[in-house]
């Protein structure tokens, strides 16, 4: 009994490797294991570790770069879990793909749920976008886990870049106008162990969204973590909320992004995680 993962050094799969998954083995594979483009690693893979729950925890996440290297962006994001989901679907175990709220035009005013129209406005969410629909494609037992604003002790993240830039500047200016739910990667590690027994008996499958309980810009995203670093002895910046334009980047990113988990929550025993409690922990990690 083995629980496979595809991406072995990012913030997900460090949270995902960190849980207890009931004394099964758990194996997490890097790109110099089994490269996820390549049907031929994928099958060594299955064939290996003979997995009943399979999780893709690798993409392709360097929004802006992306914009200039379309084909690794779609290579990972599309190609590869193409691959991972027909070869789950041939060996009928359950899988998980995790996408973005950035399949999204960000025009909306109200959460987005899984069945409205995506519009992504830049290579990555059309990117990911691709690949949810490969993965559907592939049929088998399969969610596909929208999240975003991803957060960690670990890994490139939000958290620790303001942590990085609050030690040195007294001020900072953070864009005010996008939103989003921030989520922790160890409780979407907890959520997508909840989602395994839902998938394999067939009651949740397709796409479903996930994310902390609040939604919030990111300046009031940075405010808290900079309320949260103060109680540990950091220094507080004060930080000048901005707009988009302010700060033009080359991928364009959605205005507002929360997206609906009623979906989710519908699962007996489901519910969201209060991002604030969980940033509470990063940040109290990073501030050791």
């Known amino acids: 009994m083995t629980v496979l993962i595809f991406g072995r050094n990012g913030q997900l ?21 089994a ?40 290579a990972v994001n599309e190609t590869g879990p193409s691959i991972i989901a027909r070869a789950a679907a041939e060996a009928g175990v359950p899988f998980v793909h995790v996408s973005t709220d950035y399949v999204f035009d960000g025009a909306g005013t109200s959460p987005y749920r899984e069945d409205q129209p995506t519009a992504p ?8 976008l691709a690949g949810e629909k490969a993965v559907a494609a592939a049929g088998g037992k399969h969610v596909t886990l929208r999240t ?22 007294p001020q900072l200016r953070v864009v005010a106008d996008q939103v989003g739910r921030p989520t922790a990667a160890a409780d979407i590690a907890a959520a997508i162990a909840f989602l395994e027994p839902f998938i394999a008996n067939g009651s949740a499958t397709g796409v479903m969204h996930f994310g902390g309980s609040e939604a919030t810009s990111w300046h009031g995203f ?6 949260e670093a103060a109680a540990h002895g950091r220094p507080r910046p004060q930080v000048e909320p901005i707009t988009t334009a302010d700060y033009p980047t080359p991928a364009k990113r959605p205005a507002y992004s929360v997206l609906d988990c009623g979906r989710f929550l519908a699962l ?6 209060d991002w604030r409690a969980s940033l509470k922990t990063v940040v109290a990690t990073l501030t050791a």
């Open 268 to 273: 007996p025993g489901a519910s969201l995680p």
């Open 222 to 227: 940075a405010e808290a973590i900079f309320d």
């Open 148 to 169: 975003s604003w991803v957060f960690s002790a670990d890994g490139a993240n939000f958290v620790k870049t303001m942590l990085r830039l609050g030690a040195d500047r």
């Open 13 to 33: 799969a460090t949270a995902l490797l960190r849980r207890d998954w009931g004394g099964r083995a758990v194996v997490a594979l890097g790109s110099s294991e």
């Open 35 to 74: 490269d996820i483009r390549d049907p031929a690693a994928i099958a060594a893979a299955f064939a290996t570790h003979k997995p009943d729950f399979v999780i893709n925890a690798a993409a392709y996440t360097a929004v802006d770069k992306a914009e200039s290297d379309i084909e690794n962006a779609y």
């Open 121 to 128: 406005q830049g290579v990555y969410g059309a990117s990911k």
